[in-house]
């Protein structure tokens, strides 16, 4: 019997608002408040609440055969507190169901991984905390950003408490062999890898509702029919894709809605077909080889490279100078600092930037708040230039830095006592009755005789 892994990512940046350099150390709030609250709500009402009912009451209908994934960044996490919390009370009734898994991955959905093994380390356990905080499960299955992988990242995961991990079934990589088995890491054999299948993903997530697709339309009985079709011998099917496909990338009146709602019962109805969440899965597959991975990979664009992020200079340069602050950031305590540095690694800061057309580009034009690539560059950098002076007042960069660094603070202080000391004075002014000046007499000068 074949099992089907349905897996759904979800994730939203917050973005940044103009930011000028006339800004710069001038006014440290980057974010606009006014897109991010409104790109969030427009997606939960068409997307999550929809969506995440129709999956509840097809749990309950077949009784927990019906089972699914999801890998939600702690970025989003943030603004389903902040602008709809409604969203968090829907996943919350998903995970009482005991038939949703929630995945690890890193908390603003960033690139760290790439950059920086101790601090990818604790930005997993900050998104693993917040899971477990509000859905009362521990993730034990890995989903990097991006499903970005290779053989010495999977054995990084590895070593940081994961037996298992989600990456792209990349042909360059697979070559002859299929997608749809359990395989393990060519460098510690120990790790279990699932493959995505991207033909049936990218069916569902790009072509959809494109009526020039020569299976157009895709319906559930006909992607169950797909699925029974597969060799026999194939074990596991993973389709992972954007939650965003069903009501946003796909609107309700392609019939997405319907398709989630009657894939379950098509599938199920299929002997040879059942759910499973990939920890699950992993329990009673065995893997078949490993699967060697010398250079990172992951789910984007024709190449399924790391090129939708770094593949140009402005996204290097800015990678670059965004990683060169790492170890002050260590040493930094201020919460405000933390923050800001934590969302400004989610990676769609860089996707932005991209200079290059590929298919993903058509999903993420969505939510680009950018016009072109060298806008988004140009933004970005204010916005890093100044967080980078807050960075080296709190943690200078050399003894000379230091220096400097402790004058600014002096004048800042002295600066400050003497606005106060103003505020006073004119405080005082009002208060204090204002003293009549004293009348002035002429002496006068006898007029001599003559």
């Known amino acids: 019997m074949k099992t089907i892994c349905l897996n759904f990512q979800i994730h939203q940046p917050f973005r940044y608002r103009k930011y000028r350099f006339f800004d710069i150390g001038n006014d440290s709030y980057y974010y606009d408040d006014y897109a991010n609250e409104t790109i969030l709500r427009k997606i939960a009402d068409n997307c999550y609440l929809p969506a995440n009912n129709i999956l509840l009451k097809q749990i309950k209908k ?27 009370d829907s ?10 898994e929630f995945l690890s991955g890193t908390y603003a959905n960033s690139l760290v991984s790439l950059a920086d093994a101790e601090l990818f380390a604790k930005q997993v356990k900050m998104h693993d905390d917040l899971i477990e905080t509000l859905f009362n499960q521990k993730p034990t299955v890995f989903r990097n950003t991006e499903l970005i992988y290779s053989d010495e990242l999977g054995d990084l995961i590895y070593r940081m408490g994961f037996e298992t991990v989600i990456t792209e079934g990349a042909k360059h990589i697979l070559g002859w062999k299929s997608p749809n088995y359990l395989y393990c890491n060519a460098l510690n054999p120990r790790q279990k890898v699932l493959m995505r299948n991207n033909r049936l993903s990218d069916d569902i997530s790009f072509r959809f509702s494109n009526s020039s697709w020569n299976e157009y339309p895709l319906t559930a009985t006909k992607l169950a029919g797909w699925l029974v079709d597969l060799p026999k011998k194939e074990e596991i099917v993973n389709i992972f894709l954007n939650y965003e496909t069903f009501g946003e990338i796909h609107k309700k009146h392609t019939g997405i809605f319907g398709f989630l709602e009657s894939l379950p019962e098509m599938i199920l109805k299929s002997k040879e077909l059942s759910f499973c969440t990939p920890s699950e899965a992993v329990k009673v597959l065995q893997p078949v080889s490993a699967v060697h991975v010398l250079h990172p990979i992951s789910w984007a664009d024709e190449e399924r490279d790391l090129s939708a992020w770094l593949g140009n200079e402005l996204q290097k340069d800015a990678f670059k100078h965004l990683y060169e602050l790492r170890e002050r950031v260590k040493n930094c305590t201020d919460s405000k600092i933390q923050k800001d540095w934590l969302y400004l690694q989610s990676n769609d800061h860089l996707y932005y930037m991209s200079t290059k057309f590929f298919s993903d580009g058509e999903v993420l034009k969505f939510f680009n708040p950018y016009s072109n690539p060298y806008e988004a560059f140009i933004n970005y950098m204010n916005v890093l230039s100044d967080f980078s002076l807050r960075l080296n007042k709190l943690v200078p960069l050399d003894e000379n830095e230091a220096e400097l660094t402790r004058l600014r603070l002096i004048i800042d202080d002295k600066s400050k006592k003497l606005e106060e000391a103003e505020m006073e004075l004119k405080k005082l002014k009002k208060i204090l009755p204002k003293s009549k000046p004293k009348e002035t007499t002429k002496k006068t000068t006898p007029k001599q005789s003559a």
Do not use: C, H, M
């Open 62 to 88: 077949f009784k927990g055969k019906f089972k699914v994934s999801f890998s939600i960044s702690g970025v989003a996490l943030d603004q389903f507190r902040l602008y709809a919390p409604e969203v968090i």
């Open 91 to 100: 996943f919350k009734d998903l995970a009482d169901t005991g038939s949703v």
